[in-house]
């Protein structure tokens, strides 16, 4: 692994850590209500994370750089999983349902896959583009 690999890597767990430690250690949440539907269409929610230091990650299989920052994000979820580190990667609704499905299941993302179908996770969390 690049030595910048391991910073991005680092980083992205610092920031991970330290907003789950400021907002939700202190009962504040700035993250907003917000129900996922994952690929197997169970849900999971922003309620179900509290207690977690959790990356709610946008993200399409369109998107070059997002691409390319999964195994960042695998590894990152993979190195912390098991001291309570959650991810849920939510695919834009552009995204079409069956290249997020072949995606997960082909690169085996560790991690929660939700597809945000109607846009209205995006736009909750402040209007992601």
Do not use: H
């Amino acid at each position: 692994m690049g030595i910048k690999r391991v910073w991005a890597g680092l980083a992205l767990a610092v920031l991970a850590a330290l907003s789950a430690w400021v907002f939700w250690g202190q009962g504040r949440s700035p993250a907003p209500e917000t129900t996922f539907v994952l690929l197997d269409g169970s849900k999971d929610s922003t309620t179900q994370l509290r207690g977690k230091v959790a990356l709610v990650n946008f993200w399409a299989t369109s998107c070059t750089s997002c691409v390319a920052e999964m195994p960042d994000l695998i590894a990152t979820y993979q190195k912390y999983q098991s001291q309570g580190f959650d991810t849920v990667a939510v695919a834009m609704q552009y995204d079409p349902p069956s290249y997020v499905v072949n995606f997960a299941e082909t690169r085996k993302l560790p991690f929660k896959v939700a597809i945000d179908n109607t846009g209205a996770v995006a736009k909750s969390w402040g209007d992601v583009q």
